[in-house]
């Protein structure tokens, strides 16, 4: 976990990814980097939630903070290695996913904001098309996301698919911030 955020100015205008494990603070960081920009005077700020509800202790929605009012795009997502229970219904549940998050991408391309956060980008990597989350990250002038990127989930085809685009959007990014576990 960083001790401190980074600063505010470093973030402007570029993409940052934070990424590691299941539970090692990728959401809480994301949440305070929101509460530093609008802390700072931002108002133009906009959410997209990919994550599931807390399924086993793992995943769960961004809450934003108190006094930070974003555009705040929540679709209805499943964790499908959490809840799948074979390899088809868990990439029949990640392609559901990625349904839900195409749509919210089209409200959000109507009308960019200034900075955008994206929490659990990783859910959307499972089975969308890249080029589609690149549109909408090349629409907003700061990008702030988070993402799975590790090994307490499991591989197969689905896990290693995540990991290679979730290495490839770190390559895009100015920044990575890799969190470890406590």
Known sequence: ????????EELKGSWTLIAGEVNTGKTGLLAR????FAAQGEKSLALIDMAPEMTRGVGGK??????VAPRHYAPAITAPRLTGRTPDEVLALARGNAERIEEVFAAYLAA???????NDVSLYLQAGDPAKLYRVLETTPTVVINGYLGASLGGGELGELERRRMEALAARCARVYRMAAP
Do not use: D, N
């Open 1 to 8: 976990m960083l001790s401190a955020l980074p600063p505010l």
């Open 33 to 36: 980097l929101m509460e530093s």
């Open 62 to 67: 961004l809450t934003p903070p108190p006094g």
């Open 112 to 118: 960019p904001a200034r900075v955008l956060f994206i």
